[in-house]
């Protein structure tokens, strides 16, 4: 979504507040797409200080659909998000060196601070229950929904040589 901001540009300490919606339905990164399942429209307030700065703050919550780090499934995942930036007011020239890419000429992309946000505060790791079981190594199997019969013990790399003499005396 994109928010005019042309009369909070032309008036000097002016404060507009305006309900507003994003319009992402994903959140894609180098980690994948994952589908937003819920968002909440939220004020977003925007204040001109003294034609020098704008002030951008908003909160809003939204649930995305991230993959268990261990078994796979999917795990709704909220986020809180707070829009908090302080940006000067520049020219339109200047606007290709500073780092408000949310900012485009007289509109404010609520979709672009919205990502970011997101990104900001992505979970390190999600975990569908915290005794997550994972999946089998071999068959591929949800050890949370049921248990396989394959061998999954791991012999400690350490002790490969050791393994190698047991294994020739079983070929004798």
């Given at each position: 979504m994109k928010v005019d901001i042309t009369n909070l540009l032309s008036e000097e300490n002016k404060i507009v507040e305006q309900q507003v919606e994003t319009d992402l339905a994903s959140f894609q990164s180098k980690l994948g797409t994952f589908p937003i399942t819920k968002k909440m429209p939220?004020?977003?307030?925007?204040?001109?200080?003294?034609?020098?700065?704008?002030?951008?703050?908003?909160?809003?919550?939204?649930?995305?659909?991230?993959?268990?780090?261990?078994?796979?499934?999917e795990v709704q995942v909220a986020v809180h998000l707070v829009i908090?930036?302080?940006?000067?007011?520049?020219?339109?020239?200047?606007?290709?060196?500073?780092d408000t890419d949310y900012i485009n000429g007289s509109y404010l992309d609520v979709?672009?601070?919205?990502?970011?946000?997101?990104?900001?505060n992505w979970p390190m790791r999600v975990l569908c229950r915290e005794d997550c079981k994972g999946i089998c190594k071999k068959c591929g199997a949800n050890l949370n929904v049921r248990d396989c019969s394959c061998d999954r013990t791991e012999p400690d790399p350490r002790m490969a040589a050791i393994q190698d003499i047991f294994n020739q005396f079983k070929e004798v």
């Open positions: 939220f004020t977003l307030r925007c204040e001109n200080q003294e034609n020098k700065r704008m002030l951008i703050f908003g909160e809003t919550d939204v649930t995305l659909a991230v993959p268990c780090g261990r078994c796979l499934a908090d930036r302080n940006d000067p007011l520049i020219a339109q020239e200047d606007a290709k060196e500073e979709d672009k601070l919205i990502y970011d946000e997101i990104l900001i």
